[in-house]
């Protein structure tokens, strides 16, 4: 059973940057059929699609945050990292990382988020 | 790109049926048939209970179904069960290769 589990500070002050790293476990992320991706959702609101990327690299962003994210893949580790730059107290949440299943068994195109983390709350303050 | 649009709240009786709907735009729900739903109960990460707009992953009951009818997904839940009460997302793929989630349905089973 695939497993993803989120780490980084839980608290920074404005205009920091935040980084969080995904850790993969029970399969690779080297895997040709997957995205890794990035969910955010503020406190008591909906989720907040950031962005992905394929283990070579290749990336897509949410156009409101592509400006301020990044985010890297580490093979050798098997793990994925999210940088979000210049942050405000607007960019506290529950961040989460998920798997991206692109392409179902039979080769087509089928995209959906299988396998979650469960999720680190990151709070911006002064 | 825009949130899709889902009601905030939806009810019903142990035993009913209820329909959520996610509306977008021909660039994601009405463009392309990768439309997904997701399950969220308080504190926990989201589940997968729909994708490819009605195929449900192994595991799903089938009490849960969706279709789509030109901008607008929907999501099916009949004889509901206190279980269900969570909060529910669509998901869809979009012409920019992107992914948007919609606002989100709190159910409520009365």
């Known amino acids: 059973q695939v497993q993803l589990q989120e780490s980084g500070p839980g608290l920074l002050k404005p205009s920091q940057t935040l980084s969080l790293t995904c850790t993969v476990s029970?399969?690779?992320?080297?895997?040709?059929?997957?995205?890794w991706s990035w969910i955010r959702q503020h406190p008591g609101k909906g989720l907040e699609w950031i962005g992905y990327?394929?283990?070579?690299?290749?990336?897509y962003f949410n156009p409101s945050l592509k400006s301020r994210v990044s985010i890297s893949v580490d093979t050798s580790k098997n793990q994925f990292s999210l940088n979000l730059s210049s942050v405000t107290a607007a960019d506290t949440a529950v961040y989460y990382c998920?798997?991206?299943?692109?392409?179902?068994?039979?080769?087509?195109?089928?995209?959906?988020?299988?396998?979650w983390g469960q999720g680190t709350l990151v709070t911006v303050s002064s | 790109q825009s949130v899709l649009t889902q009601p905030a709240s939806v009810s019903g009786s142990p035993g009913q049926s209820i329909t959520i709907s996610c509306t977008g735009t021909?660039?994601?729900?009405?463009?392309?048939?990768?439309v997904s739903w997701y399950q969220q109960h308080p504190g926990k990460a989201p589940k997968v209970l729909i994708y490819?707009?009605?195929k449900r992953p192994s595991g799903v009951s089938n009490r849960f179904s969706g279709s789509k009818s030109g901008n607008t997904a929907s999501l099916s839940i009949s004889g509901l069960q206190a279980e269900d009460e969570a909060d529910y997302y669509c998901s869809s793929h979009t012409s920019s290769s992107t992914e948007v989630f919609g606002g989100g349905t709190k159910l409520t089973v009365l």
């Open positions: 490819d707009v009605s």
């Open positions: 021909s660039s994601d729900v009405g463009g392309y048939n990768y």
């Open positions: 990327i394929w283990h070579r690299g290749s990336t």
């Open positions: 998920a798997r991206v299943r692109q392409r179902d068994s039979s080769g087509y195109f089928s995209p959906l988020f299988d396998f």
């Open positions: 029970g399969g690779s992320i080297s895997s040709d059929v997957y995205y």
